[in-house]
């Protein structure tokens, strides 16, 4: 057991205390917060926009068929549009479409951290848009109406008194979907950005060791999906009371 023990820690310190090597884990660290966070804004921004394109199409496509006019032939070109972009980027592989990005679109960018965001931003939208758009489907039309009898708009309507409820409904599903996403970000180095698991990498690449990079890799990720789901369940549980 000694001589275990004896190993462990000599594995520990020429894998991070030798050269420093330990930085490479929190540079990745870094980088994969930042990829996750910022592509997580753009997914929200993105999925809030598609969703409410297919939405309105859904529920008023009879109403501007009758009415006629360029509004029902935009909003049928939009809803199009909407619709091969859900297909195309839940239809293909993330790490496919950052190195599409990458190498092809973005091929002259400097900064791979930006691309990444910009990839997985995209790629989250997809989802994001599907689960607004469940949850804008499941608010009852009387509140739609309701907002109507206000005197209300369309867009007023949305903004004042479904949007609230959709958020509030779908709040959990969302978290859910940026730990999904900061998980997807690992094929991050697949591309040469240097993410937690790329950094890792580095150091077991540097150091030939089979299983401790590996293992602190595994520690980190399983630390930071405990954190953000225990964020979750108190938002869960938040909710549940505020229902009551």
């Known amino acids: 057991m000694a001589e275990w023990f004896e190993k462990v820690k000599n594995d520990f ?5 030798v050269d420093n090597r330990w930085k490479n884990l929190t540079t990745g660290l ?3 917060i930042i990829i996750t966070i910022f592509a997580a804004i753009i997914g929200v921004l993105i999925g809030l926009i598609v969703a409410a394109i297919r939405t309105t199409y859904d529920k008023n496509k009879e109403t501007m068929k009758k009415n006629g006019g360029i509004g029902y032939w935009l909003m049928t070109f939009f809803n199009g549009v909407c619709k091969v972009y859900l297909s195309i980027f839940r239809g293909t592989p ?3 479409q950052l190195m ?7 091929m002259s960018a400097k900064n791979g951290v930006i691309v990444a965001i910009i990839s997985f931003g995209i790629n989250s939208g997809a989802y994001v848009a599907e689960i607004f758009r ?3 489907m499941s608010i009852d039309n009387g509140q739609f109406e309701a907002g109507r009898s206000l005197g209300f708009n369309y867009l ?9 409820q959709v958020i ?3 709040l959990p599903t969302l978290l859910n979907e940026f730990i999904a996403l900061l998980k997807e970000t690992s094929v991050s180095g697949y591309v040469g950005i240097t993410d937690l698991t790329r950094g890792g990498y580095i150091i077991r690449g540097i150091t030939f060791s089979p299983y401790m ?5 595994a520690i980190i990720y399983y630390i930071l999906v405990m954190f953000l789901t225990y964020i979750v369940g108190i938002v869960e549980r938040r909710l549940r009371k505020s229902e009551r």
């Open 13 to 17: 310190i020429l894998n991070f205390v």
């Open 168 to 170: 509030k409904n779908i």
């Open 156 to 164: 007023q309507t949305m903004l004042y008194i479904v949007l609230p």
């Open 100 to 106: 599409i990005m990458y190498f092809i679109i973005f």
């Open 134 to 136: 469940g949850g804008i």
């Open 213 to 217: 990079p590996l293992f602190a890799i």
């Open 94 to 96: 993330i790490v496919v």
């Open 30 to 32: 870094k980088n994969t």
